[in-house]
């Protein structure tokens, strides 16, 4: 089944998508990513050490700006009046790394998965970008949603880790 695109107008321009006839509805999407690390890294964020400061504090108000700024950063997406961002920061030891995830919700007529995305990178990228004095081998893995409610569509949760 082949599904057409939205920001393509009938001769294959990019277009923002007219949402004016949607109705409002409280939408939410969470979405989640890890930063992989060495064990020696991941200590200087449980021990207060890191030389640029506080990580995870850092890595969570970089989230929560982003996604009140996705709108600026992706092109065709829509200003939203969003009504809750919140960045989960999880240091993980198997593997060593922190778990980041983000839940955004808004009332309106299109959903918040690209501001959900937006949040879960950046936080990543803060992270990198704290500690990478320390540690140039770190990875940023498994950025995707794994819930989105709300809309024609309804609800939709991700599988495990790698399906779909």
Known sequence: MTRRLTHLDDKGEARMVDVSDKAATQRTARAEGFVAMAPET???IEKGEAKKG???ATARIAGIMAAK????LIPLCHPLPISKVAVELAPSSAP???RVAAE???TGPTGVEMEALTAVSVACLTIYD???AADKAMRIEGIRVVLKTGGRSGTWRSGPAGEP
């Open 96 to 98: 060593a790394g922190v």
């Open 69 to 72: 700024r996705t709108h600026e």
């Open 104 to 106: 955004v919700r808004v």
């Open 130 to 132: 704290m500690l990478k």
């Open 42 to 44: 991941l200590a200087l």
């Open 54 to 56: 506080d990580v995870l």
